[in-house]
């Protein structure tokens, strides 16, 4: 398709289990970025990508949160022995460039953690 | 921590009404930009305005920007059962990467 795609679309898991989060961004966007939203609330950027490479990691929440991007295009954001309190829905976006371009989400993860 | 922050952050008009939500931020920008959320679903990109702008419309919609109060408006005239959504506005940086999204405004247009 010509957007941004997430999959799965809903995970149910339980805690201590570990996930992968697939984004398909648009193709040639060369920036990827991976965003939490709580419920009733904004998005938290966790990481971003320029090309492959992820130059901030900063907003990832935990060691146990990693991410990364092969080939481009395709990212995995990995959250490895998972709390309750990683439950939230897992938003990606791509742009064409890096720098304050308008950007593309895809219909996100929607995690639960039991 | 959050850049923008909108307000209010609930809104319930009826529909043909027009809808005003506003957002303030805290340091200097390059951009603003504003996003709609449906229910379940992604943001959508709605409109964008650099520092230098003061208005800016798209269809129905009307922004402005004022950087010496660092605030922007969004409007949208002429409401419609489907303008029902979460609106978030997010600035850009200079020679950053990153939007900063507020927690949104929720415009309910009752029919």
């Known amino acids: 398709g010509a957007g941004v795609s997430q999959s799965p679309s809903n995970k149910v898991t339980e805690k201590g289990k570990d996930v992968e989060l697939r984004c398909d961004p648009i193709?040639?966007?060369?920036?990827l970025y991976w965003y939490r939203q709580s419920l009733g609330q904004g998005l938290e950027f966790l990481i971003y990508?320029?090309?492959?490479?992820?130059?901030?990691k900063s907003g990832l929440p935990s060691d146990r949160f990693s991410a990364e991007r092969t080939g481009g295009s395709v990212s995995t954001l990995t959250i490895q022995r998972t709390q309750q309190e990683d439950s939230a829905v897992y938003l990606c976006?791509?742009?064409?460039?890096?720098?304050?371009?308008?950007?593309?989400f895809g219909d996100g993860t929607r995690l639960s953690i039991l | 921590s959050q850049q923008g922050e909108e307000d209010p952050q609930a809104l319930s008009i009826q529909e043909g009404e027009n809808a005003t939500m506003n957002c303030s931020y805290k340091?200097?920008?390059?951009?603003l930009q504003w996003y709609r959320q449906n229910s379940g679903r992604g943001l959508v990109h709605l409109i964008l305005?650099?520092?230098?702008?003061r208005e800016k419309h798209s269809g129905r919609l009307r922004v402005t920007l004022d950087t010496s109060k660092k605030s922007s408006s969004l409007l949208i005239t002429a409401s419609r059962a489907a303008d029902t959504a979460s609106y978030f506005c997010?600035?850009?940086?200079?020679?950053?990467?990153?939007?900063?999204f507020g927690a949104g405004t929720t415009v309910t247009v009752r029919a």
């Open positions: 976006a791509s742009s064409l460039i890096v720098g304050g371009q308008p950007q593309h």
């Open positions: 193709s040639g966007h060369t920036a």
């Open positions: 990508f320029q090309g492959n490479s992820a130059p901030d």
């Open positions: 340091t200097s920008i390059n951009n």
């Open positions: 305005i650099r520092s230098n702008e």
């Open positions: 997010a600035t850009a940086l200079s020679n950053d990467y990153k939007l900063s």
